[in-house]
């Protein structure tokens, strides 16, 4: 039996998992990263990524044909020549990179996902002092946080995945680097772009030593956290979605067509020969947090009669502001009137997300995505019934919770493709 192993690189630690050629879970492991005023982020990952593997019972780890790793959106470093880190990492939400966003709406095409103060372009511009010609001494390799790991595995340097470089500016659609990117000074840091999944090498014999590996497992490319999560789901047809019901709301559509549009920070990822749409709204379980805990949302919610029309019209967000499906920066929450009862300003609320969600759904079919056929959820939402049961009346459509949610899963399934 041969095995594929997966592991997420989350904001607070890593988790990893293997399965079979069935998809059947061998083993899961989770590693939380040390709490420290002053992180070394570059040691952290490596001793985290090492102890992952090393705890994996050895009759497994011989079993192990294939790795790949996922990492968050936009995490990113500069290397040297042999691979070691010249500055810190800088992280997915970070935005220093603002102070360059003159310079890159200059060079970069006006809907572009890289014009963001936190995409990974933002970032190297940055580094280079918002000067393209100005690259950092000694800076040989540009490298996503899943990229760097992948390289101590398989000591490839200089090698990166379609998916997280889509905010470096790779052009997914002619599988290449636009003109306009490739005439900067600084595309010379920029890495072979390859298909996510797709074998790199085998793992270096000094490391397959270490680790305990097989000498011909396969290091493959990786990918971003939130896709290996959507890989995970199950969604694999196009029309079928995943909701991710968290702190925020985010919806991803499997579509035929690709749609991109700035306006309402929509934006397409690659899947295979199909297109992943998505969009985030600021609404989500951040808002249910400021008035209940987790009791009392089950508690509540076990209340409410889904079969009676919500009679409040609320547009539930933490602060002013929203990008999608409402494209408004001074958007104002609406939680008022407030009902006396408890249970019915939760149905308010769990019904005004609804309603979010659904509209966002219908402005990516709007745009031009696959009609919607079947709703994933992902997120700690998932779990409620009620919020369920409400979704599907707007949604007019099955909404099942997604088989797996880890998003290590999504990524063991991208290397279980390079040995079937």
Known sequence: MTLSLGIDFGTSGARAIAIDSAGAVKVQLQRKYPNSENPNWIEIWKQTLFSLIQRIPRDIRDQIGAIAIDGTSATALLCDRQGVPIVS??????????????????????????????????????????DPDQIPQ????????????????????????????LKLGYDVGDFTYPDWLIDLELSRLLPKVIEPGCPIAPVQASVADQLDLPKDCQICAGTT???????????????????????????????????????????????????????????????????FDDAEIKSLSAQIQVGQACPLNYYPLVSSGERFPINDPNLSPRLD??????ADFLYGILDGIARIEATGYKLLQTLGATPLTRVYTA????????????????????????????????SALLALKSIQ
Not at 337 to 342: H, L, Y
Not at 386 to 400: C, D, F, G, K, S
Request: proline letters at 5%; glycine letters at 10%.
């Open 379 to 410: 997120g700690g939402g998932a779990k409620n019934d009620t919020w369920t049961a409400i979704r599907r009346i707007y949604l007019q459509t099955p909404v099942v919770t997604s088989r797996q949610t880890e998003a290590a899963y999504g």
């Open 337 to 342: 009137p407030r009902p006396p009862a408890d």
């Open 138 to 165: 000694n800076a040989h390799f540009l490298m996503h946080q899943a990229d760097w790991l992948g390289y101590l595995l398989h000591n490839q340097l200089g090698v990166s995945d379609y998916h997280n470089a």
């Open 89 to 130: 990492p800088l992280f997915y939400n970070d935005s220093r990179g603002k102070s360059v966003l003159s310079t890159l709406k200059a060079i970069a095409p006006s809907d572009h996902p890289v014009i963001s103060a936190t995409s990974t372009l933002a970032k190297l511009l940055w580094w280079c002092e918002g």
């Open 225 to 291: 956290d939130s896709i290996a999560a959507f890989l995970a789901s199950g969604a694999h047809r196009p029309g079928e979605a995943v909701t991710s019901l968290g702190s925020t709301l985010v919806l991803k559509l499997l579509s035929e067509t690709r749609v991109d549009n700035s306006e309402y920070g929509i934006y397409s990822h690659r899947l295979g020969d199909l297109w992943l749409v998505g969009g985030a709204s600021n609404s989500g379980g951040a808002v249910l947090r400021q008035f």
